[in-house]
């Protein structure tokens, strides 16, 4: 397929990084087969041509988006396919359908988290469920927040995938003035990396709302990209030996540490700040009209550590505070004697 010729993408999801996404491609020229399970917000697309709950100032072009509740319809229609739900609801999607409607499609990753259901990333979990070929998977993460790209703000994505005449077909297709993207063949570095970062982000959250300084978060974030460059390491020795390593150098690794930890764009961040102000996790969660995509990965990551034999002691003390109630003041009080 001619790179720069018009695609037709399925996109899955309707909440602020899926709407960056329909708005990133709709002004590129591709046309957008949007699947949005709430009724009412699609309607609301349809009729006034925005997103009325994400975003709300990006506007779309109606005749370059197709708008429907039947996710079986998205599927059958499209041969590149865009997941971009929540990681806690991403299982439930993938199997509400016929499980052979999924083979033989690019399968283009917009999620940062481990599918709480089976502890695995998106491609592991398509291997087993469907022996899916992971030659038509490709993963995009950052460091990109979708508030910016809807203000249009110069932002990088970076899309990894082991095809790679797909891999960069798929970041083309997203390239313009205000998005700039790469590629390389670090599928699971870059998406681990994406999940971790949001965990640290919530501890970032914590210790801003407890008023430890800039002094302190800078220390706490280097500690945080040692602790993910020796995870990563050590998985890829256990468990990926043959495939390439990650290259620690680019963006999606230390740039999207950073934005997801100091940005108050990042909801990761947030909830954090809402933990460490004194809220439960319940309320905090509660009061949030978006998925913090770091709680479930603090609960997935200790068990994929813990299979592993690979220790991820800042992430462990976040999943404390986060699934089992330690006080967030009394977590870092242990925590800031361990830091270097």
């Not at 991820?312 to 361990?338: G, H, T």
Request: proline letters at 3%; charged letters at 15%.
């Amino acid at each position: 397929m001619n790179d720069n010729a018009p695609r037709t993408f399925g996109l899955t999801g309707n909440g602020s990084w899926a709407t960056a996404i329909a708005k990133i491609l709709t002004d590129n020229g591709h046309t957008v087969n949007w699947w949005v399970r709430n009724t009412t917000s699609m309607s609301h697309i349809q009729n006034r041509h925005h997103n009325p709950n994400y975003l709300t100032s990006v506007r779309f072009l109606p005749e370059m988006i197709r708008l429907t509740d039947n996710l079986q319809e998205v599927v059958e229609n499209c041969d590149d396919i865009i997941v971009c739900v929540p990681s806690a609801y991403v299982q439930g999607v993938i199997e509400s359908i016929d499980k052979d409607l999924w083979k033989g499609k690019n399968i283009i990753s917009a999620i940062k988290g481990i599918l709480p259901d089976s502890n695995l990333l998106l491609n592991d979990y398509l291997a087993g469920y469907i022996n899916y070929d992971i030659q038509q998977y490709v993963a995009i993460t950052g460091p990109c927040h979708a508030e910016e790209v809807a203000q249009e703000r110069l932002s990088y994505l970076t899309f990894s995938g082991l095809n790679d005449g797909l891999t960069s077909g798929i970041a083309k297709a997203f390239q313009n003035d205000y998005i700039y993207t790469t590629h390389n063949h670090d599928i699971w570095g870059a998406q681990f990396a994406a999940v971790l970062k949001n965990i640290y982000a919530i501890g970032a959250g914590m210790a801003h709302a407890l008023d430890y300084g800039d002094n302190f978060l800078s220390v706490f974030i280097t500690n945080c990209y040692r602790e993910m460059y020796q995870y990563l390491e050590a998985h890829f020795e256990k468990v990926h030996p043959a495939n390439e390593h990650p290259d620690f150098h680019t963006s999606a690794y230390l740039g999207d540490l950073l934005v997801t930890c100091y940005s108050l764009h990042s909801r990761n961040r947030t909830l954090g700040t809402m933990l460490g102000k004194g809220y439960s996790v319940k309320a905090a969660i509660l009061e949030m009209s978006m998925v913090a995509e770091g709680y479930y990965a603090a609960r997935g990551m200790q068990a994929i550590s813990k299979s592993f034999s690979i220790d991820i002691p800042i992430a462990s003390a976040i999943y404390k505070v986060l699934w089992e109630n330690q006080n967030p003041a009394d977590m870092f009080a242990e925590l800031e004697k361990k830091l270097s």
